[in-house]
């Protein structure tokens, strides 16, 4: 069974950082790409940034976050992190963790965490 476990939400001002964290636990072979989602109340659930896992971690980033967030991951630990700088108001959602996890030999499965909730005061 594997488990994705997102952690770092709160509540900021407007202008403030957060730090956001996804573990994953369970039968891991490896871990392909990881992301980060995000679902405002009365929204879709969008696509905030991404990672991949070849030797540069090549990332995308949603056009509103480009120069305020930045994701990484740490191989060795399973987790991945998203910074999130410069917050505005408009930045309120649930944040979901998400990634590809090569569970065997024959099968890359996609999984998701229950989600951090994020509230940017004004």
């Known amino acids: 069974q594997v488990q994705l476990v997102e952690s770092g939400g709160g509540l900021v001002q407007a202008g403030g950082s957060l730090r956001l964290s996804c573990a994953a636990s369970?039968?891991?072979?490896?871990?392909?790409?990881m992301g980060w989602y995000r679902q405002a109340p009365g929204k879709q659930r969008e696509l905030v940034a991404t990672?991949?896992?070849?030797?540069?971690?090549?990332?995308n980033y949603a056009d509103s976050v480009k120069g305020r967030f930045t994701i990484s991951r740490d191989n060795a630990k399973n987790t991945g992190y998203l910074q999130m700088n410069s917050l505005k108001p408009e930045d309120t959602a649930v944040y979901y963790c998400?990634?590809?996890?090569?569970?065997?030999?024959?099968?890359?499965?996609?999984?998701w965490g229950q989600g951090t909730q994020v509230t940017v005061s004004s």
């Open positions: 998400t990634a590809f996890i090569r569970i065997s030999m024959y099968r890359v499965d996609d999984y």
């Open positions: 990672i991949n896992s070849d030797s540069g971690g090549s990332t």
């Open positions: 369970g039968r891991i072979f490896s871990i392909n790409s």
